[in-house]
Every structure is written in C-alpha cells, then in structure tokens.
C-alpha cells in the first residue's frame, strides 16, 4: 500500500494551501473540490490551473463559484454544450479559440510539480512508516516542513526582521 498527497500550491512561493492523502490509487479528480474549498477559506485564489484529468463541468463550477477564473485544458472528445453551466460552452470557446493566452495562464500549473520535487528533495520520496495512520502523518508532517520552510525563505527575501 502506498500514499498519495493531492495538493494546491500558490505559484509564487509553492506554498501549499490545501492538502489531502489518499491511498495511492485514488482518483486526483476527486480530491479537487477539496482543496479548493480548503485554499478558499484561507486564500484570495484568482486562477486555477489544473491538468486534464480536473476537467470536469463540477470542478469548472466550483472555481467559477469562488469568483477564480480555471485554465484546465478541455479533453480531446469535450463538447461545447453547455448542460446547465453556460461557463462551461464560455471557457471551451476560449481554450479553443484563444489557446495561446489560455496556455500562458494554463502552464504555471507546472508549479504543483515543483512543489512536489521540492518536498521529495528536503524529506525523501518514500515514507518510513508501516501503519496507515502514521503514513499520513508522516506525510502531513512533510508537508508542513516544507510550507515552514517555504515561509522562512520568504521572510528572507523581503526583508522580515523580528524584535526579541
């Protein structure tokens, strides 16, 4: 058995505002409308970009909902009808008519795999422990190292000094 992290990251940090563990062979579709629910409540998102595999009526709704804007490519057999969601005929028209500008708001979604490299990186890619529950604290405990050190570097570059 083995653990899968489906998380949201902003893309000027790679601070990673929503998190869930699944087992490994969980969809990552599935775990969309959580993370952006939990990023919503803690975080202005104005953009989402996602891969495919999010593309979806449900998910392109919910970002719509939150006042985002999605760039998540359509796939090769998607219709522009709308069925209930005239924002879904709106953004296929614009992927397929204006794909150059969706591609430049479209690749920054190469930040989540960044993100991703960098905590394998500081922390290793496999986890030490055996039991389920201590799987996914090792790997939220990962998680959270990596958003500390994410803040930390940032406090360097902008110059953030603390009183004693």
Known sequence: MWMKAHIMSGVKTNIITGVEVTEGTASDSKQFKYLVADTA????IRE???DKAYSSRENLKQIKDIG???????????????????????MWHYYNLHKEDFLKHYH????????????????GSSLRSRARDAQVSELLAKVLCHNICVVIQEMHEIGFVTRS
Do not use: C, D, H
């Open 41 to 44: 409540k803690n975080f202005q």
């Open 48 to 50: 989402i970009s996602a």
């Open 68 to 90: 985002a804007m999605p760039y998540i490519p359509f796939k090769i057999n998607s219709k522009p009808t709308s069925r209930g969601l005239p924002f879904w005929n709106k």
């Open 108 to 123: 920054k979604r190469s930040n989540v795999e960044s993100t991703m490299n960098m905590i394998k990186a500081k922390f």
